[in-house]
């Protein structure tokens, strides 16, 4: 591993700006100073924040980990998207009250690598709290590549208009009560391709017992290489990661 790849950065950044992509979906966009922007510069869009919200009460900050949409060094911008669920999460609270100069510590790890590895199809499965990446991920591939995308989002007016130059056949369920399940799972059991296993790859972001459910599934009853899958849980229904959430990866 390599000095910029090892490199974590924490710093305090200023909100420019905030607006509501769908009824379900905040943007809020911060300002870079020069040294941020010196540090932004080895920082992929798509990857992972740390984003350190204060207590009131003084102790040490409560954290929780989202993607950052974009980075624009041309702009001196970083775009971070909230899933909007009023006041029932820290992060969800937050994004809602926040304004024009406000602040809030975000830290990350340097890092250039790609999101994905470089194949000729994708399966890219993933609820709102994916959606940031997913798009970041789309956003990067070249042409001439297949991508099956199986995105959840709460109603018909939060799906957005993602873009690629990849060959993208797009699929959007619906949810509007997440916290009480998610039919991801028995949508992905349907899915079916020709040759599945020769260069493909499959990306998977969602709710901790969907994403287990769902590697298992690819896992056992498909066989499928584990080197060519990632999956990582973003939240977990009644649990704040706050709290301890196991998060899964590879």
């Known amino acids: ?37 010196v540090w932004l510069s080895n920082v992929r869009s798509g990857s992972n924040n740390k984003l350190f919200f204060s207590s009131p009460s003084g102790e040490k900050p409560q954290i929780r980990t989202y993607t950052n949409r974009k980075i624009d060094l041309m702009a001196k911008e970083l775009s971070i998207d909230f899933v909007h669920h009023g006041e029932a999460g820290l992060a969800s609270a937050w994004a809602t009250h926040a304004k024009a100069g406000d602040h809030l510590e975000i830290g990350m790890k340097q890092s250039l690598r790609p999101l994905v590895p470089l194949t000729d199809r994708y399966l890219l499965i993933g609820d709102a709290t994916a959606l940031p990446v997913i798009s970041a991920i789309l956003e990067e591939l070249p042409a001439n590549t297949e991508v099956k995308a199986l995105i959840e989002v709460a109603t018909v007016e939060d799906e957005l208009e993602l873009y690629t130059d990849a060959d993208l056949d797009l699929k959007w369920i619906h949810n509007l009560h997440p916290e009480m399940g998610s039919d991801l799972v028995a949508q992905v059991k349907t899915l079916r391709f020709e040759n599945e296993h020769l260069n493909s790859y499959i990306y998977l972001a969602a709710e901790y017992t969907t994403v287990k459910n769902l590697r298992t599934y690819f896992r056992v009853d498909r066989e499928w290489n584990p080197k060519d899958m990632y ?17 899964l990866n590879p």
């Not at 909100?15 to 100073?33: D, T």
């Not at 999956?231 to 998060?247: F, N, P």
Request: proline share 2%.
């Open 231 to 247: 999956a990582c849980s973003y939240w977990r229904i009644g649990v704040s990661e706050g709290d301890g959430l196991d998060r």
């Open 1 to 37: 591993m390599n000095e910029i790849e090892s490199k974590k950065i924490r710093s305090l950044f200023i909100v420019k700006s905030k607006r509501y992509l769908s009824p379900h979906l905040i943007r809020i966009v911060f300002e870079m100073n020069e040294e941020q922007l």
